[in-house]
């Protein structure tokens, strides 16, 4: 059984930082790229950033290109996305993905998701 699991969530004041973890099993994690992707209050899922399944290509939705950072540990089957410099525009619940294949780093959602950690960024 496939299993997404994200923590690191919380509160922050805008400009701080934090870093989710998305521990994953039930699959072979190093055979597939992975994807953040976040959900505002009353908005539809935006897709935040991808990485493929050896960890040498990332890629960053416009809104958080330059603050956040993809990477992944593929001994540890964890998925990591470090943010700085927090908006309160960024405030969501943040779902790590799974795609369906090891390239599929772009723009796309995939086939499983965790279930989420909220961010919240407020003064």
């Known amino acids: 059984e496939v299993q997404l699991v994200e923590s690191g969530g919380g509160l922050v004041q805008p400009g701080g930082s934090l870093r989710l973890s998305c521990a994953a099993s039930?699959?072979?994690?190093?055979?597939?790229?992975m994807t953040w992707v976040r959900q505002a209050p009353g908005k539809g899922p935006e897709w935040v950033s991808g990485?493929?399944?050896?960890?040498?290509?990332?890629s960053y939705a416009d809104s958080v290109k330059g603050r956040f950072t993809i990477s992944r540990d593929n001994a540890k089957n964890t998925l990591y996305l470090q943010m700085n410099s927090l908006k309160p525009e960024d405030t969501a619940v943040y779902y790590c993905?799974?795609?369906?294949?090891?390239?599929?780093?772009?723009?796309?959602?995939?086939?499983?998701w965790g279930q989420g950690t909220q961010v919240t960024v407020s003064s």
């Open positions: 990485i493929n399944s050896g960890g040498g290509m990332t």
């Open positions: 039930g699959f072979t994690f190093s055979n597939y790229a």
């Open positions: 993905v799974k795609r369906i294949r090891a390239s599929d780093y772009g723009l796309g959602y995939g086939d499983y």
